[in-house]
């Protein structure tokens, strides 16, 4: 990002943090390609488009934490740098969290285990592994 630019969205951090509604759709707008690009990547390690929307929601909800908390006075990182890392954390708890509720539901629940075939049973209990371990891996 060019000193002008970083300059410009450190300005905005600063005016959406003291309540500026227009500056912070301003950066909403600007990062919004992260947000879509984060959401996007945490529901495909999910297995689950559909719920795309609800961690597009949460990167939202994140952002909006990461303007009001960012210290404008350091010069050690950008807020770029620090938006990223507060949706990164606040996704992965959010999968964490996916992940314990369909964890607590009983494997027939899932619609795993009523196949009649005991292969088509036991693939689908190795999918949910696998989904379990690529969770868990972000």
Same mark, same amino acid.
Not at 25 to 53: G, I
């Given at each position: 990002?060019?000193?002008?630019?970083? /300059?410009?969205?450190?300005?905005?951090?600063?005016?959406?943090?003291?309540?500026?509604?227009?500056?912070?759709?301003?950066?909403?707008?600007?990062?919004?390609?992260?947000?879509?690009?984060?959401?996007?990547?945490?529901?495909?390690?999910?297995?689950?488009?559909?719920?795309?929307?609800?961690?597009?929601?949460?990167?939202?909800?994140?952002?909006?934490?990461?303007?009001?908390?960012?210290?404008?006075?350091? /010069?050690?990182?950008?807020?770029?740098?620090?938006? /990223?890392?507060?949706?990164?954390?606040?996704?992965?708890?959010?999968?964490?969290?996916?992940?314990?509720?369909?964890?607590?539901?009983?494997?027939?629940?899932?619609?795993?285990?009523?196949?009649?075939?005991?292969?088509?049973?036991?693939?689908? /209990?190795?999918?949910?592994?696998?989904?379990?371990?690529?969770?868990?891996?972000?």
């Amino acid at each position: 990002m060019e000193h002008h630019e970083q /300059k410009n969205h450190i300005l905005l951090v600063a005016a959406a943090a003291n309540g500026d509604q227009s500056a912070y759709e301003a950066l909403l707008k600007a990062y919004a390609p992260l947000l879509d690009s984060m959401s996007a990547a945490f529901a495909e390690a999910l297995c689950d488009t559909d719920c795309r929307d609800d961690l597009r929601q949460e990167a939202c909800i994140a952002f909006c934490r990461a303007v009001e908390t960012f210290d404008c006075s350091q /010069k050690e990182v950008q807020f770029g740098l620090y938006a /990223k890392a507060c949706i990164r954390n606040r996704l992965i708890s959010c999968v964490r969290s996916m992940r314990k509720q369909e964890i607590s539901l009983p494997l027939e629940e899932l619609g795993i285990c009523n196949a009649k075939d005991p292969l088509v049973s036991l693939v689908e /209990k190795e999918d949910y592994r696998e989904l379990s371990r690529r969770i868990e891996s972000i």
